[in-house]
């Protein structure tokens, strides 16, 4: 058994060593047009490790089957060296492609290369004859050199004769699967393996180096195939008019609702706090504090959240871009990495600093990926906090311990600066340190507005109240207590404008969605917003059809001022409406998901 375990082990440990030298050899050959230093290099080795330790657990699962049956049966060699064979292939080709593709594609090896196999005439057509014998001999070099580490790895397995010994390896060997799987999952936390557990750099290019090529490639492939979605539902003329009429990306007459164009900007998502929990359900006692705020603020009373779910909504509210019933494009890197973001265009166009907050797992759907991608320089998550603050509540760090980071930066931080900030103690299991409710959900929430109120009255305090803008918005509602889809309530989200930036009280009564942020923000900054083709500026004069689209598992719900629809797309049928105009709502809705898949796979 010693000796199986040995091969093993040694064959994990050479399988992790092709990545990191694969890593070396995909920085030094793109040295000329991406500079960086030895200490980056050992950053994107040290980054990348935790994404190649788990990969190398896959390709060690074949070799660990084998060793098992080998305990009972002897196993030829020649199964072995088929298998090495299969291996030295898809790694070879995994490294010669993704180093060579990423000149021309700038981003990581993933599953649309095999598009580029129907027409093989067009993709060389760019590249010499040269150039694709030099890469072949590559090929052919590396399958043969990681084909001889393999097979000189591997003795000559004895079966074992004595019955108990082959009962108790076993066993042994069976008790491992467990382990096997947590390490390719990537621990026992929430997130599972994903390529933005790896960004750690606003130089893409060190992000992109940091990536395992083997796993993005099966990653993307897995999401393509599963997950990407296109609608088409009428002719792309009439889907461009209704999209054309229903989005305008400029900003023509706004009123000034803000004292400066350059504030300090803090964007806080309220973890699941719909309206349903605030006082446009008319319970006034949940949430006091934020009830209050919009009151002092800019409310914008009839804003509706775009999606479900986390991942989603804070694409929604940071790239103003749509939600989609059966995809999430955070992860997706090859997508959410082409999103426009709040944070990148302020920080190219006004020099704003930025950091983000989020006291839990920050690698969880890609998020990481996303924001650093998105233009947040800084990140501040569950692994920056003690052990006991991590362990303060089942998502990770406490609210009111993030919020009290979110304070310090207020005063740490270079001006002008942007902080977004993610909160999560509204979350089942709904783990919060007061009882005000008996109602553990209601409790959340009124933990949640605690934490809020006191913020503000402590930034009140402060000198940078006087020049900072704090936009307050859910990244989504909740079903509970018999609230669903059906119900314009679920999805009915508080979004309120707070600070000294603010030069009064306002309330704005025109239907929105949460994607229309950036493009309102933006518009009050005198900032271009063309790049957020689905986002509006609603208080600008060509906002002139309001309108809220949600979507959720294979379904959506539209409404504007006189009417409301939800429709299934399983069972293609519309759940509920209201109104006379929800046949408009739909078809209006079909053209904005067509119109918005259509962009992301061109993308």
């Known amino acids: 058994m010693k000796a199986r375990v040995l091969y093993l082990l040694k064959f994990y440990v050479a399988t992790l060593f092709f990545f990191v030298v694969a890593k070396i050899g995909f920085m030094l050959y793109h040295y000329g047009g991406h500079h960086f230093v030895f200490s980056d290099m050992l950053q994107v080795i040290g980054h990348g490790l935790s994404l190649d330790l788990s990969t190398s657990l896959y390709i060690l699962i074949m070799p660990f089957l084998l060793v098992i049956v080998s305990l009972w049966l002897r196993i030829p060699r020649w199964i072995y060296r088929i298998y090495y064979v299969i291996a030295a292939i898809l790694l070879a080709l995994a490294f010669v492609a993704d180093t060579s593709?990423?000149?021309?594609?700038?981003?990581?090896?993933?599953?649309?290369?095999?598009?580029?196999?129907?027409?093989?005439t067009e993709a060389m057509a760019s590249v010499s004859m040269g150039y694709i014998l030099l890469r072949f001999l590559c090929l052919v070099i590396l399958i043969g050199a990681i084909y001889w580490v393999y097979e000189k790895l591997t003795p000559l397995f004895t079966k074992l004769t004595v019955v108990s010994q082959k009962i108790i390896s076993s066993l042994v060997a069976l008790l491992l699967i467990p382990l096997m799987i947590i390490g390719i999952r990537g621990g026992l936390d929430e997130s599972t393996t994903n390529i933005g557990q790896v960004y750690f750099s606003q130089n893409q290019f060190l992000n992109h180096s940091a990536v395992n090529p083997f796993f993005s490639f099966f990653a993307s492939f897995e999401k393509t195939a599963s997950n990407n979605v296109t609608y088409h539902f009428m002719e792309d003329e009439e889907c461009e008019k209704i999209v054309s009429e229903?989005?305008?990306?400029?900003?023509?007459?706004?009123?000034?609702?803000?004292?400066?164009?350059?504030?300090?900007?803090?964007?806080?998502?309220?973890?699941?706090?719909?309206?349903?929990?605030?006082?446009?359900?008319?319970?006034?006692?949940?949430?006091?504090?934020?009830?209050?705020?919009?009151?002092?603020?800019?409310?914008?009373?009839?804003?509706?959240?775009?999606?479900?779910?986390?991942?989603?909504?804070?694409?929604?509210?940071?790239?103003?871009?749509?939600?989609?019933?059966?995809?999430?494009?955070?992860?997706?890197?090859?997508?959410?990495?082409t999103m426009p973001?709040?944070?990148?265009?302020?920080?190219?166009?006004?020099?704003?600093?930025?950091?983000?907050?989020?006291?839990?797992?920050?690698?969880?759907?890609?998020?990481?990926?996303?924001?650093?991608?998105?233009?947040?320089?800084?990140?501040?998550?569950?692994?920056?906090?003690?052990?006991?603050?991590?362990?303060?509540?089942?998502?990770?760090?406490?609210?009111?311990?993030?919020f009290g980071t979110l304070y310090q930066l207020t005063a740490t931080m270079q001006e002008p600066y942007l902080i977004g900030y993610s909160t999560l103690s509204s979350h089942v299991p709904w783990d919060v340190p007061i009882h005000h409710f008996d109602d553990e959900v209601l409790n959340a929430f009124y933990y949640l507005d605690q934490c809020v109120g006191q913020f503000i009255e402590k930034l009140r305090k402060s000198p940078a109240w006087d020049h900072t803008l704090i936009v307050m918005l859910p990244d989504h509602g909740i079903v509970n207590d018999g609230l669903d889809e059906s119900n314009p309530l679920?999805?009915?989200?508080?979004?309120?404008?707070?600070?000294?930036?603010?030069?009064?009280?306002?309330?704005?009564?025109?239907?929105?969605?949460?994607?229309?942020?950036?493009?309102?923000?933006?518009?009050?900054?005198?900032?271009?917003?063309?790049?957020?083709?689905?986002?509006?500026?609603?208080l600008s004069k060509t906002y002139t059809s309001p309108i809220a689209i949600h979507t959720y598992d294979d379904g959506f719900t539209m409404m504007d001022s006189t009417s409301f629809v939800n429709y299934d797309f399983i069972s293609d049928r519309i759940v509920k409406s209201q109104g006379t105009g929800y046949e408009r709502l739909i078809h209006q809705a079909k053209a904005i998901l067509q119109a918005a898949t259509k962009d992301l796979n061109e993308r």
């Open 101 to 120: 593709l990423y000149e021309f594609w700038q981003f990581k090896l993933d599953a649309s290369c095999l598009s580029y196999l129907e027409t093989p």
């Open 341 to 402: 973001n709040i944070a990148r265009t302020l920080q190219e166009q006004r020099g704003y600093t930025t950091h983000y907050i989020y006291g839990g797992d920050i690698n969880f759907t890609n998020m990481r990926g996303y924001l650093v991608s998105g233009g947040f320089s800084d990140l501040t998550w569950k692994e920056d906090y003690t052990k006991e603050e991590r362990a303060s509540a089942k998502w990770g760090v406490r609210d009111d311990i993030t």
């Open 490 to 538: 679920l999805n009915h989200i508080p979004m309120i404008w707070v600070g000294g930036a603010v030069k009064e009280p306002r309330r704005i009564e025109q239907i929105c969605n949460q994607t229309d942020l950036p493009a309102t923000l933006l518009g009050q900054l005198g900032l271009n917003h063309d790049t957020y083709t689905f986002s509006r500026d609603v």
């Open 246 to 337: 229903l989005y305008n990306t400029q900003s023509i007459g706004i009123d000034t609702l803000l004292t400066t164009q350059k504030p300090n900007i803090i964007v806080i998502l309220l973890e699941s706090c719909g309206g349903q929990f605030t006082e446009i359900s008319g319970r006034t006692d949940i949430t006091p504090n934020l009830n209050r705020l919009a009151k002092e603020g800019i409310y914008f009373t009839n804003c509706y959240a775009n999606s479900w779910r986390t991942d989603r909504g804070t694409v929604c509210t940071w790239s103003g871009y749509p939600s989609f019933p059966t995809m999430s494009v955070m992860k997706i890197p090859s997508k959410s990495r």
